[in-house]
């Protein structure tokens, strides 16, 4: 192959020079050297997406929405599976509507896209012009609580109405000023769930079994470890009640938060006017929670997984499992070879991978055989099989993971390859999973006080202000009189809160930021 002789012929011009031989990527910079370029190459390298003409957004790439659709269709089905609708609500949203909820509407006054006029004109110079002011302007949604509460207040008379139980696939709009590609953009593709009830029991059942749902999918699909727990006060919602939380650790030790769910208690019913007769024929406000995720999984899934060479996709969510690379010199070969590949292809489509068949792509583009195999390893699909007239005569295939490096194949019989490629892909999901937690509980810290904490978070290399320590675990006060000084001390290192474990057992200590005596932990770090 390309690839192997190029190495090789690299590795002997470095032998003559003295030099020891360097390790081919097709990332510049890697990791080490440019964590946030090296992002942003892996993104080019893997064509998921690339920037667009207007500002803060993207254009998502086939490739990359192609990963969008299998995290689509898995969590729409689990929606159903839960006992969720699809439904879809206005992308205009009313200014008034956002100004009923004091909490929603400073949240997110500041990222608000306002659209205040409704046609254009010609101007003198040629150009155009904004012309029919709207006699009330509009938001482009940022989120759509207050513009379906609308909905849900005319939907609701009775107890029998309820629970109400809608998904929203949608667009939404949060005018950033500093972008980043699937991780943080002007405009990002999201689902988000919104539900009424009669109860507070139920709607609070219902936060937490879509936090569930996250977590599952996240470890499940993603092959990413996340923390589950609860927002503290500072970082919850706008306008919610709780707010709980999936968070990951990515590979500069930073956090993403992945997921949330937000049990909203009565304020936005209260707001929209959500009201319903009870059984004893009063009349009450409901109780509502809403929860989402968007395409920043994309973004978390690159930086959970990829390498120096590119994109590592788990196998659950990868637009094709295997790609089947054909090698021939004539036309002879050529049409034996596309015979045995087009033969494989049929038998692995035919099988079943968890609810969906293989995936299966036949790459017989007219390129070089190196470069056919570089992209496919900087577009992540997990294997590759390569066929050669050798392994036709043989009944086999040359097979390579991406989970391990790109020089390791082996070979494997067409029936042990056919028969075990579930099992393939599953252990590449298992080691892509355990070498992201190793990686997680490796950068992860109980902090017993504040020096120590300020030490697990100071760059050691000036050079490289991103490297640090990673996630710390510490004591927390509570209380609201002590939030100025504990928020102080964190912008000052530029840390946050990240949540409140759920699977951890409350221990009696001190508050590493103010002394107190408390039994809260939390878990801290930089993040995106």
Known sequence: MESNSNNKSQKSNDQKSGQSAKPQTAITPTRDQDYPEWYQQVIKAADLAENSATRGCMVIKPWGYAIWEQIQQTLDRKFKE?????????????????????????????????????????????????????????????????????????????????????????????????????????????????????????????????????????????????????KTPGEKFPG??????????????????????????????????????????????????????????????????????????????????????????????????????????????????????????????????GEKTWQHIKKGTPLRAEVGPRDVASQSLFVARRDKPHKEKSSFSRADFVSGIAATLDSIHDTLFERAKSYRDAKTKVVSDFNEFKSWFTPKNEDKPEIHGGFALCHWSPNPEDQKEINDKLSSLKVSARCIPLDLPKVSGKCIFTGKPTDVRVYFAKNY
């Open 82 to 230: 839960t006992g969720h609708v699809n439904a879809y609500f206005p992308l205009l949203i009313p200014k008034s509507f956002l100004e009923q909820e004091a909490a929603h509407v400073d949240g997110f006054a500041k990222e608000c896209a306002v659209v205040t006029h409704h046609r254009l004109e010609a101007s003198p110079d040629g150009g155009l012009v904004p012309a029919g002011e709207l006699e009330e302007p509009f938001i482009i949604r940022p989120t759509s609580e207050t513009i379906i509460g609308a909905s849900y207040a005319k939907w609701v008379q009775s107890y029998r109405d309820l629970p109400i139980l809608i998904n929203q696939w949608a667009n939404v709009m949060r005018w950033e000023m500093r972008t980043r590609m699937f991780l943080r953009t002007a405009e990002f593709l999201w689902q988000e769930g919104h539900t009424a009830h009669s109860t507070a029991k139920e709607a609070v059942e219902e936060t937490m079994q879509m936090l569930d749902v996250y977590e599952w999918f996240a470890h499940e699909f993603m092959a990413m470890p996340v923390i589950k727990g609860e």
């Open 240 to 369: 919610a009640v709780d707010t709980y939380t999936i968070e990951a650790m990515m590979q500069d030790g930073k956090a993403l938060q992945a997921g949330t769910s937000h049990f909203l208690g009565q304020n936005f019913a209260k707001a929209s006017g959500i009201k319903f007769q009870t059984q004893t024929g009063t009349e009450e406000l409901a109780w509502t929670t809403s929860w989402g995720v968007s395409t920043r999984l994309i973004g978390g899934l690159i930086m959970t997984h990829s390498d120096d060479d590119g994109l590592i996709c788990p196998p659950r969510l990868a637009p094709k499992h295997v790609v089947i690379i054909p090698i021939y010199r004539n036309d002879e070969e050529k049409a034996s070879v596309l015979e045995f590949c087009k033969s494989v292809k049929k038998e692995l489509e035919s099988l079943r991978y968890g609810h969906d068949f293989i995936r299966v792509e036949l790459d017989d583009r007219d390129i070089r055989g």
